[in-house]
């Protein structure tokens, strides 16, 4: 496995990227931390202009923790359906509200482990709460940013955590929460499963790009040896 890029080219990637995507910001709509943390949670396997669609009737319903907390989970099902796994996903916002209610007043708390041990709410989650609605920076790590992360060579491996370290250690920490709206905006709209590679502002700087060396031109045409006079052939068999 090779050894990711150093800190000064990861810099100049976001560097390049963040032009690209200039004011990149989650695409989530929210007014208050509890709204995106709730909205947040309902992201997970579905898309957030999805999740837009259907949080602007679920909050004028529950505008609150307090509100959801009480909330019957077959209304909620009903409001959250089209977002899938919407059963659990109703489970686990209700049971979020809950303890919003009973432990913290019904303020969502700041803290990274207080914020991880609510239902439905891993480090990806807290870092996008806490990046965007509580001013705290965090480098939220989801599959767009592994995929790009590694594509580019700015990091290396599949575990979220250690790739969330591994970038925060390169990058200014007031610059962590753009960096990771970039890179999911990039790996959206550019650097997607099948990337766009001449669409990209860094592809030459990027490891993938560079690798695939003569095969970004059509190949050249293999000549086949041409067949010995009197030789015969064998038609080819159908098929």
Same mark, same amino acid.
Not at 7 to 16: K, S, Y
């Given at each position: 496995?090779?050894?990711?890029?150093?800190?000064?080219?990861?810099?100049?990637?976001?560097?390049?990227?963040?032009?690209?995507?200039?004011?990149?910001?989650?695409?989530?709509?929210?007014?208050?931390?509890?709204?995106?943390?709730?909205?947040?949670?309902?992201?997970?396997?579905?898309?957030?202009?999805?999740?837009?669609?259907?949080?602007?009737?679920?909050?004028?319903?529950?505008?609150?923790?307090?509100?959801?907390?009480?909330?019957? +989970? *077959? /209304?909620?099902?009903? #409001?959250?359906?089209?977002? &899938?796994?919407? %059963?659990?996903? =109703?489970?686990?916002?209700?049971?979020?509200?809950?303890?919003?209610?009973?432990?913290?007043?019904?303020?969502? +708390? *700041? /803290?990274?482990?207080? #914020?991880?041990?609510?239902? &439905?709410?891993? %480090?990806?989650? =807290?870092?996008?709460?806490?990046?965007?609605?509580?001013?705290?920076?965090?480098?939220?790590?989801?599959?767009?940013?592994?995929?790009?992360?590694?594509?580019?060579?700015?990091?290396?491996?599949?575990?979220?955590? =250690?790739?969330?370290?591994?970038?925060?250690?390169?990058?200014?920490?007031?610059?962590?929460?753009?960096?990771?709206?970039?890179?999911?905006?990039?790996?959206?709209?550019?650097?997607?499963?099948?990337?766009?590679?001449?669409?990209?502002?860094?592809?030459?700087?990027?490891?993938?790009?560079?690798?695939?060396?003569?095969?970004?031109?059509?190949?050249?045409?293999?000549?086949?040896?041409?067949?010995?006079?009197?030789?015969?052939?064998?038609?080819?068999?159908?098929?």
């Amino acid at each position: 496995m090779p050894d990711p890029l150093p800190a000064r080219t990861t810099r100049a990637i976001i560097d390049r990227l963040e032009g690209q995507h200039p004011n990149a910001d989650t695409e989530l709509a929210y007014r208050t931390a509890f709204e995106l943390l709730i909205a947040t949670i309902l992201s997970a396997q579905s898309t957030d202009a999805r999740v837009n669609q259907v949080t602007p009737a679920l909050f004028a319903r529950f505008p609150d923790a307090p509100h959801l907390a009480d909330a019957n +989970p *077959a /209304e909620v099902e009903r #409001l959250i359906v089209s977002t &899938g796994f919407f %059963r659990q996903k =109703a489970k686990s916002i209700i049971a979020t509200a809950r303890a919003l209610v009973e432990r913290h007043d019904g303020e969502v +708390p *700041a /803290e990274m482990d207080v #914020l991880t041990a609510l239902s &439905g709410v891993g %480090r990806k989650t =807290a870092n996008v709460v806490r990046g965007h609605a509580l001013g705290i920076p965090g480098l939220p790590v989801d599959r767009h940013v592994l995929r790009v992360a590694n594509r580019l060579g700015i990091a290396v491996g599949d575990d979220p955590e =250690a790739v969330e370290a591994e970038l925060c250690a390169k990058l200014p920490k007031q610059r962590w929460t753009r960096a990771s709206d970039t890179l999911i905006l990039h790996g959206r709209r550019v650097c997607r499963p099948t990337p766009a590679c001449d669409r990209c502002a860094a592809n030459d700087l990027c490891r993938y790009f560079k690798g695939l060396g003569a095969t970004r031109t059509a190949p050249a045409r293999v000549k086949r040896p041409a067949a010995r006079k009197g030789a015969t052939t064998s038609p080819r068999p159908r098929r």
